[in-house]
Antibody, heavy 121, light 109 residues
Framework: QVQLVESGGGVVQPGRSLRLSCAAS????????MHWVRQAPGKGLEWVAV????????YYADSVKGRLTISRDNSKNTLYLQMNSLRAEDTAVYYC??????????????WGQGTMVTVSS | QSALTQPASVSGSPGQSITISCTGT?????????VSWYQQHPGKAPKLMLY???KRPSGISNRFSGFKSGNTASLTISGLQAEDEADYYC?????????FGSGTKVTVL
């Protein structure tokens, strides 16, 4: 069964750090690009970052550039999001999503259940 | 990465057809970017409904169809059913950048 499971969310003070993880199973994780997408409470979806299948390329939304870092460990089938210098506006549910696992070109076909990050003093 | 423009809400009665528009620019929707559509029920993760503008993943009803013309993509739901009530998002993917639409709440009257 193809599955993504996020973890690591919680309540953190402004300026502090947090690392999210996304464990993949049921597909060849090392062969696919992976993304983080977030959704602030009551708001729409916002793309955060992408990492190529082999980790060779990483791209970020302007709103998180320089503060959030995407990475992956293909030996552990795990995706990460290191979140530094957190701000109140980073409060959101964070989803990891795979890209094209089912042959769906240019689309996020598998999503995790999401993990909530709350930045508050 | 500016959000693509969608109507805030669309409604219809059971059995009717509705269409949701997604307007971008020549740099995203109007270019070679790949357009996809997602359905999201409250408290749930998004679900892929269409990819490459008009292709359905396995298991998605043929009541969902897509079209693109110029800088605007659209999603049509035919034979509207109660379970279609949800939020819908379009998405333009370009490898190095991705933009989601602002989201449309579909209400089944």
């Amino acid at each position: 069964q193809v599955q993504l499971v996020e973890s690591g969310g919680g309540v953190v003070q402004p300026g502090r750090s947090l690392r999210l993880s996304c464990a993949a199973s049921g597909f060849s994780f090392r062969n696919y690009g992976m993304h983080w997408v977030r959704q602030a409470p009551g708001k729409g979806l916002e793309w955060v970052a992408v990492i190529w299948y082999d980790g060779s390329n990483k791209y970020y939304a302007d709103s998180v550039k320089g503060r959030l870092t995407i990475s992956r460990d293909n030996s552990k089938n795990t995706l990460y999001l290191q979140m530094n210098s957190l701000r109140a506006e980073d409060t959101a549910v964070y989803y990891c999503a795979s890209h094209g696992v089912s042959g769906t070109t240019g689309a996020f076909d598998v999503w995790g259940q999401g993990t909530m990050v709350t930045v508050s003093s | 990465q500016s959000a693509l423009t969608q109507p805030a809400s669309v409604s219809g009665s059971p059995g009717q057809s509705i269409t949701i528009s997604c307007t971008g620019t020549s740099s995203d929707v109007g270019s070679y970017n790949v357009v996809s559509w997602y359905q999201q029920h409250p408290g749930k993760a998004p679900k892929l409904m269409l990819y490459e503008g008009n292709k359905r993943p396995s298991g998605i009803s043929n009541r969902f169809s897509g079209f693109k013309s110029g800088n605007t993509a659209s999603l049509t739901i035919s034979g509207l059913q109660a379970e279609d009530e949800a939020d819908y998002y379009c998405c333009s993917y370009a490898g190095r950048s991705t933009s989601f639409g602002s989201g449309t709440k579909v209400t089944v009257l």
